[in-house]
C-alpha cells in the first residue's frame, strides 16, 4: 500500500512534482508520460489515490471515464492522430508499476501498421466447455467492495457463494493446452492481418497456463 503523501502521482496532481499537465478538472488531472510511447502519450489520474479501478467507488466512475473520453479526444484532435490507445493496467501481475490509478491515452497513427495492445497477449484456446466455466465464474463473483452500493448483476442469479478463483484455474487447466498449430481460421486471420506466423508460434510455445 503507497503513502498518498508519498505516491508519485498524487504528488504530481498536488504540483510537488512538475509534469506536462494537459488536462485538468475538479476530479481528474492528465498529464503526458514521461516515456511517451508516441508523441502525445498522456495519463489520466483521479485526484484521489486509490490504486486500481476496483478501488473506486462506482459513484466516481462514470465522471473519471468522462474525463478520459475527453482527454482522448483532446490528444486525438492535438497530435492529428487517425486512432487512440486506451489502457489500463490495474495490479502488479497486470504490469502496474505506478500504483495509482491511471489510463493511458495514446495517439496512434496508421503509417504505424498499429497491431491492438492487446495483441502483446497471445490468444489461448479454451475448449466450448472450459468457455461455460469461466463464463460462469466470472457472472457468479462477487463484486469488489468499491461496487457493492450499486451492484447489479447481469442476469438475475441466485444468491450463491463466490467460486474459489482455483474453479476458473482448473477449467483452465481441463482444457486442452494450447498447441503451436493454428486453425484455418487462425491461419487465414493472420494472413489477411499480414501477421508473422513463425513469430505468433515461437511465443506461443512458451505459454503455460499453469499460473
Ligand atoms: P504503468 O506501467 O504503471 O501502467 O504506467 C506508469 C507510467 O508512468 C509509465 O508509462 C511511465 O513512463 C510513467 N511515469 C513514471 N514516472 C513518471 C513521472 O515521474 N512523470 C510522468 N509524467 N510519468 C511517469
Ligand atoms: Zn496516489
Known amino acids: 500500500m503507497v503513502d498518498e503523501k508519498q505516491c508519485l502521482f498524487c504528488r504530481i496532481a498536488r504540483g510537488e512534482i512538475p509534469a506536462k499537465k494537459v488536462y485538468e478538472d475538479g476530479e481528474c488531472v492528465a498529464f503526458l508520460d514521461i516515456n511517451?510511447?508516441?508523441?502525445?502519450?498522456?495519463?489520466?489520474?483521479?485526484r484521489k489515490h486509490y490504486e486500481t479501478l476496483l478501488d473506486m467507488p462506482d459513484g466516481e466512475t462514470g465522471e473519471y471515464f468522462r474525463s478520459v473520453k475527453r482527454v482522448a479526444g483532446l490528444v486525438k484532435n492535438g497530435m492529428n492522430a487517425q486512432g487512440i490507445s486506451i489502457s489500463s493496467s490495474n495490479g502488479q501481475a497486470a504490469g502496474q508499476v505506478v500504483a495509482h490509478l491511471h489510463f493511458h491515452v495514446i495517439p496512434r497513427f496508421a503509417a504505424e501498421g498499429p497491431?491492438?495492445?492487446?495483441?502483446?497477449l497471445s490468444s489461448k484456446r479454451l475448449d466450448d466447455k472450459a468457455m461455460d466455466q469461466i463464463a460462469q465464474a466470472i457472472a457468479k463473483a462477487s463484486p469488489e467492495p468499491a461496487a457493492m452500493q450499486d451492484f447489479q448483476p447481469s442476469a438475475p442469479q441466485p444468491r450463491q457463494p463466490a467460486p474459489r478463483p482455483v474453479q476458473a484455474e482448473s477449467a483452465i487447466r481441463a482444457a486442452p493446452r494450447p498447441t503451436t498449430a493454428m486453425n484455418k481460421t487462425e491461419q487465414s486471420k493472420k494472413k489477411r492481418d499480414?501477421?508473422?506466423?513463425?513469430?505468433?508460434?515461437?511465443?506461443?510455445?512458451?505459454?503455460?497456463?499453469?499460473?
Not at 36 to 46: K, Q
Request: aromatic letters at 8%; a negative charge; proline letters at 11%.
Open 36 to 46: 511517451p510511447r508516441n508523441p502525445g502519450h498522456a495519463l489520466v489520474i483521479p
Open 194 to 211: 499480414g501477421e508473422d506466423e513463425e513469430e505468433f508460434e515461437s511465443i506461443d510455445d512458451e505459454i503455460s497456463f499453469d499460473f
Open 115 to 120: 497491431p491492438g495492445l492487446e495483441s502483446m
